[in-house]
């Protein structure tokens, strides 16, 4: 059925295209054609960060940054889904375009820059469905023109924590000036020692949510040590490896729109971030389980995601090429091969390649 709708929506802009899916999604919601295309496959379920997720796909951040979609992307299939970057206050972003498809490579650049409705509209949101079920992750980030990033972070802990089953702490988006040195080793002591103390006090009344932290795929191998070690100190629930990437790997050489500024995602970002999960996951030595995203679009692609170190997965450049029926596809490829492979749970093969991995060359840049 996408195949039929694909050619239309690339005709268009990729923001406007953005949009048109979005709203169809909504339609096909709320007059119960959905679940046509939710077909039955075995449950997997597995508890990661002390929750039961029923599978372990999931949506990364990005595509739902106001949750607005939630129910809708859950009858989709998806075992999680994570909304935001939320940020304090409503914020444009950057001026558009700021959203390009790269399709002969199934790959996506953005530097859409924390566009959002501001954490009050999306409490208010997210306070309407609650009850509704699901695992809703909330990803959080500071506005641009903040005097004081950790105090953002903080405030956005206390508003979230009664409606958010996890949050992500965003300091890996390549959109915001300066975001990323939040992963330096003292600024992150000091933002994670904050966040983890603000979700400690808020936890009596508000319930426990799992702090994860999401890391950039250009980060060098010094620099991972000292984010993995300030993560292990401060007791991090799990980190996502990885956001988009500032590198343009040279396959991409001849292609004008790789010129543009902003994060590349989808296919290109696959085996950059796949090395990163397996970095991660072999420095991290079961502290903590980490969330797998980058490029993944398919079932194989998903499972050497897992293999690298990755307890759950994520996707998002890969539906805007393959359609929402992947989410199914992936689901059905790892549950048979667990039952060819005779496993009982996709926990038993997690981080099993990882030191395969870590040995070999590095992917290109
Ligand atoms: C258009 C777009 C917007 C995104 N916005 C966010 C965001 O607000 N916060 C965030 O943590 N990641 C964001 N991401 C990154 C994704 O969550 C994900 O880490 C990255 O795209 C790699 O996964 P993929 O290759 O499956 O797309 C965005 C990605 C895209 C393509």
């Known amino acids: 059925m996408y195949s039929l709708a694909r050619p239309f929506l690339f005709s268009l802009d990729a923001e406007r295209a953005h949009g048109l899916g979005l709203s169809a999604l909504d339609l096909a919601y709320r007059t119960g054609t959905t679940p046509l295309l939710a077909a039955r496959i075995a449950p997997m379920p597995s508890t990661v960060f002390g929750l039961t997720f029923p599978n372990p796909v999931g949506l990364a951040a990005g595509l739902d940054k106001n949750g607005e979609h939630i129910d809708a992307l859950f009858a989709l299939g998806f075992g999680f889904v994570e909304i935001g970057t939320i940020t304090p206050r409503p914020q444009a972003g950057n001026p558009q375009p700021r959203l390009f498809r790269l399709p002969a490579h199934n790959a996506i650049i953005n530097r859409m820059g924390f566009n959002n409705d501001g954490a009050e509209a999306v409490l208010r949101r997210l306070v309407a469905r609650a009850g509704g079920g699901g695992i809703v992750g909330v990803n959080v980030g500071a506005n641009k023109d903040s005097e004081d990033r950790t105090a953002d972070y903080v405030k956005l802990i206390e508003t979230f924590a009664p409606v958010a089953s996890y949050f992500t702490v965003n300091v890996s988006s390549p959109n915001t000036p300066g975001l990323r040195n939040l992963q330096q080793s003292a600024a992150l002591d000091d933002l994670l020692a904050r966040v983890i103390d603000t979700r400690e006090r808020v936890r009596r009344n508000a319930g426990d949510s799992p702090v994860l932290l999401k890391i950039a795929p250009d980060l060098s191998l010094a620099e991972l040590d000292d984010v993995v070690h300030v993560a292990r100190s401060r007791r991090v629930d799990g980190m996502i490896v990885a956001n ?9 050489r001849e292609e004008n729109r790789a010129k543009e500024q902003g994060g590349l995602s989808g296919r290109p970002l696959f085996r950059l971030s796949t090395r990163m999960v397996a970095e991660t996951y072999v420095r991290v030595e079961g ?14 692609a998903a499972l050497t995601k897992i293999r690298a170190g990755a307890s759950l997965i994520q996707l998002y450049s890969s539906l805007v090429y393959k359609g929402v029926g992947l989410v199914d596809d992936i689901k059905r490829d790892l549950s048979s091969t667990l039952l060819r492979t005779g496993r009982d749970s996709l926990s038993e093969i997690v981080g099993a390649d990882a030191a395969t991995i870590t040995a070999e060359d590095w992917p290109v840049r």
């Not at 988009?244 to 991409?252: G, I, K, V, W």
């Open 244 to 252: 988009t990437t500032l590198a343009r790997p040279s396959t991409l």
């Open 287 to 300: 502290a903590f389980p980490l969330i797998g995203v980058g490029g993944i679009d398919s079932g194989g």
